[in-house]
């Protein structure tokens, strides 16, 4: 009985001595030499490459470099990049070519494209962006269905294109390839009462647009399509 006892206060001994080891180990804190044997000391700036932006005349961080297009060997900084691709879309001046390429700093041709900027930009200048060059392939002969639930661009073909170029006070009713509904080619309005007499759509039926441009003297810009009020200067027109 004793040799039992004994051995049994032992082995309460030994779970003590365990339990308290174990509880030792998880409160004490790692020493201060493994933990900065673990940690990895960042770069500093000045140990971080550069590059020379040839835009705002700064050196710029690598990490800070972005090159236009694989047509051109120039890089910029995003801040320039950014500020020029916003300034050509605000002003529909698309496509985008490299930031030198108006000084005849670059002869590589280099444009931009949207999916390689996508990153760098806020959407609406991405989507604009798109917009922008999409009309500019499709060409003057387009419109856009003004239904809000709609706005697909579609290409006109044959007497409908015919409708759409020139400024005609004579409305021009076509469908929206998308949607099916009729608008107006020439304001790009929904076809009502105004047009067509009640939606008949005969030839004699007036475009208030076109009528308020015919009176004021308007022209309509063969490339946008955008309607020019000329007040001074020479007959030349540069579409925007």
């Known amino acids: 009985m ?9 082995e309460l001994d030994r779970e003590q ?26 770069l500093t700036d000045d140990e971080i490459g550069r590059f020379y932006c040839e835009v705002c005349m700064e050196w ?14 120039h890089a910029f900084c995003v801040a320039c990049v ?5 300034a050509r879309v605000a002003a529909g001046s698309v ?12 002869s590589g041709g280099g444009v931009m494209h949207p999916e390689r900027c996508k990153k ?21 002969a387009r419109a856009r269905c003004p239904y809000r639930d709609c706005g697909e661009m579609a290409a006109l073909e044959g007497e409908a294109a015919a409708a759409a170029l020139p400024l005609r006070a004579a409305a021009s009713k076509a469908s929206c390839p998308t949607c099916s509904r009729a608008f107006c080619l020439q304001c ?13 759509g005969d030839g004699g039926a007036r475009c208030a647009l076109t009528q308020l441009a015919k009176g004021r003297e308007w ?9 020019i009020d000329k007040i001074d200067g020479c007959k030349r027109m540069t579409c925007r």
Do not use: N, T
Request: with cysteine; hydrophobic share 35%.
């Open 82 to 86: 950014v500020g020029h691709i916003e």
């Open 120 to 140: 760098l930009l806020d959407i609406d200048v991405f989507d604009r962006w798109c917009v922008a060059l999409c009309e500019r392939a499709v060409g003057p």
């Open 17 to 42: 001595y365990l339990q308290e080891l174990i509880r030792g180990s998880m409160l004490d804190p790692p020493s201060s030499s493994s933990s900065r044997a673990g940690r990895v000391r960042p």
């Open 2 to 10: 004793a040799s039992a006892a004994a051995s049994a206060a032992q």
């Open 95 to 106: 496509p985008v070519p490299c930031l030198l390429a108006g000084g005849g700093g670059c």
């Open 60 to 73: 710029k961080l690598v990490f800070d470099r972005f090159r236009v297009s694989d047509g051109c060997p």
């Open 219 to 227: 022209r309509r810009c063969p490339s946008c399509r955008a309607m």
């Open 188 to 200: 790009e309005e929904p076809w009502d009462d105004r047009h067509g007499g009640g939606g008949g």
